[in-house]
Every structure is written in C-alpha cells, then in structure tokens.
C-alpha cells in the first residue's frame, strides 16, 4: 500500500503530471466564455480560487451552452440532457449550476400548448398550423379578414366576453381546417384549449358504438368543449339521428351555455341547409333543418375562403 501511495504522490508531483495539468488548465482558460466570466469577475476572483475551481471550469468547458454544439434535444450533449451549465461564485469557489436550455423550453411550452388542443380524426399537421403561414398564402383580402375575425374573436373571448365564433366555408383545399388549427394554436397560447373534431368521422363512430353506450359519454365531451370546431360539416352522409339527435343536441347546448362554436364546410348556409334537408333516405325535412341553421347562425359568422386547392 505505501507503496502505490508513495508511486502516486511521485507521479503527481513529477514533471510529468505538472506539464499535463498546466496544459488542461491553460486549456480550459483559453475557453471564451470562462475567460470572459473570469475578466467580468476579475476584482472577486483570485488565482487560487481559479486552481481550487478547475475542476468545474472544466466541467463548464466540455459542455454545450444554450445548445450551441447540440443537434437538437434529444441530441443534447450535455450531462444533463436539456440543461445548460452556467458559471457561479460561491463563497471562494466558482461553481456551476444548470439550468433548462433554450431548445428544452421551447419544447416545453410547446408540450403545454399542445395539451391545450385536442383533436378527433383531425390531421396531426393541423396541431401545428400557424396563423403567420395562413396569411402567407392565397388571396391576400379574405386572409386578411379571416385573419381579423379571428384575432378579434380570441381578443374578446379572453376578455370575458362571448363573441361569435366563425363559420369558414369554401372549396375543397384552400385551407379551412388549417385555419382552425391556427386559431386553436392562438387560443392555446392564451392557455384557452379547444377541441377540433373532424365532423364526418365522428358521425360514423358514434354510429358504430350505438351498442356500446358510449354514445352519450361521446356526446357529451364534444357538447361541452370549451371552444369547439367542427370541422368539414356537410360532408357526412347526414341521417334524421345524426341532424337531430346528435348535431341538433350539441348545437342547442352550445347556444344556451355561449359556448363558441366554429364549423368549416364546403358549403355555404343555403348549401348546408339544403344539405341537412334531405337526410340519406331521401325525405325533405325542412324544418328541422331550418332549426339547425337558425342554431348555427347564433353561433358563428359566416365567412368565405378562396384561393387554390392546396392539396396534391
Ligand atoms: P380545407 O380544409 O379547406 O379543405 P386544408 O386546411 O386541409 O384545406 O388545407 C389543405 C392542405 O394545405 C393541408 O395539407 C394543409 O396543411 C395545407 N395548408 C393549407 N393552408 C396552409 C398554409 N397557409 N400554410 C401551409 N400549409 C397550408
Ligand atoms: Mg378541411
């Protein structure tokens, strides 16, 4: 034993080891941001509290800061993945601490938003529409006040008021449901959370689980939705139960709780309503689809979106 100690003690204090440390120590204080921080704190810090720090300044020096040498986060480098060192004093030593990177919080909020939105059947690049790219593209003048409508919706909305919501009609591919997805992006950064529900497909669920008493569960969570959208409305095959039963249900709670409702559709009022007129069998309804409409009408303002079919 006093052997290897005394062996140690010799390589520790021979040439050897003393080249290599001063090597690593002029290293690691050639580092930009240690030779910064150390001139910052140049009246604080003294060389021994330097030797005594080396340890952690090398620390410091080995890792990604604010993710500069990271491929993205889950490429994080660092210890720590997602944390980012940071040079302090304490007492006579200079210490590190980490905290949360940039790329990390930004994921995070992320993370947040989009437990804000949820969504039935509804494409997952919608989750990410954003209200920027919308106006990018297209006619530039009913983007604009799309744009506007939104905008001013979520504005009264989160003040406490109960606005209208929007319901967005025009042709196939021009970006209807994309902008439902930016709106409820908008709304989620508001920490408002909505629910965007592919109509058609949701129709056929609920006719596939008439056997399994889900039905009303379903129902329900669509009814009181804090902000829903029902995207693609007219585009079911439409049948007396789904009109009335289902549509008609949601519908008139919405109305009386002010619940704001959004709809997009190929069709606008006088197509819908014909459409909802005649149900699968063939029989005019005109009543009940009048009583439809009118509860659509309560809840959003009509709104034409043109330009080209996006989709190849
Ligand atoms: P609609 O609902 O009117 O039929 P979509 O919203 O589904 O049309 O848009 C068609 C396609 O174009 C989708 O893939 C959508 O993600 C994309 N898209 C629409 N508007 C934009 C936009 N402003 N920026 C980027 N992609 C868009
Ligand atoms: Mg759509």
């Given at each position: ?163 209208k919501a929007l ?93 704001p409702t959004f ?36 809840l959003a ?12």
């Amino acid at each position: 034993m006093q052997k290897i100690n005394s062996a140690l003690n010799k390589l520790a204090n021979g040439n050897q080891f003393k080249k290599r440390y001063d090597e690593l120590k002029k290293e690691i204080l050639e580092d930009q941001q240690i030779h910064e921080f150390l001139h910052e704190n140049s009246s604080i810090i003294t060389s021994e509290m330097v030797d005594k720090s080396l340890g952690k300044l090398y620390e410091f020096s080995t890792q990604s800061k604010k993710c500069d040498k990271c491929p993205s986060l889950d490429g994080c480098l660092n210890m720590m993945q997602g944390y980012t060192p940071k040079l302090v004093i304490q007492g006579n030593v200079i210490d590190l601490y980490y905290e949360e990177c940039p790329r990390k919080v930004m994921a995070d909020n992320k993370r947040k938003r989009e437990k804000l939105i949820r969504s039935l059947y509804v494409p997952h690049d919608i989750l990410h529409a954003n209200i920027e790219d919308f106006l990018q593209t297209g006619s530039p003048d009913d983007r604009n006040e799309a744009f506007a409508k939104a905008l001013s919706f979520i504005q009264k909305y989160e003040s406490g008021q109960k606005p209208k919501a929007l319901f967005i009609y025009g042709k196939f591919g021009v970006g209807k449901t994309y902008l439902l997805g930016a709106i409820a992006n908008q709304l989620a950064e508001k920490q408002i959370s909505s629910l965007i529900v592919y109509f058609p497909d949701f129709l056929r669920e609920l006719k596939g689980s008439i056997g399994d008493n889900t039905v009303n569960e379903k129902i329900e969570m669509v009814k009181k939705a804090p902000v829903l959208m029902l995207d693609d409305i007219g585009a079911e095959s439409m049948t007396s139960w789904g009109r009335d039963e289902v549509l008609g249900t949601i519908l008139q709670f919405r109305m009386l709780e002010s619940l704001p409702t959004f709809f997009t559709s190929n069709f606008d009022f006088k197509e819908l309503q014909n459409h909802l007129t005649f149900t699968q069998r063939g029989e005019r309804e005109e009543v009940k689809a009048a009583r439809i409409m009118e509860r659509i009408k309560y809840l959003a303002e009509p709104i034409e979106l043109s330009g080209e079919n996006r989709r190849r």
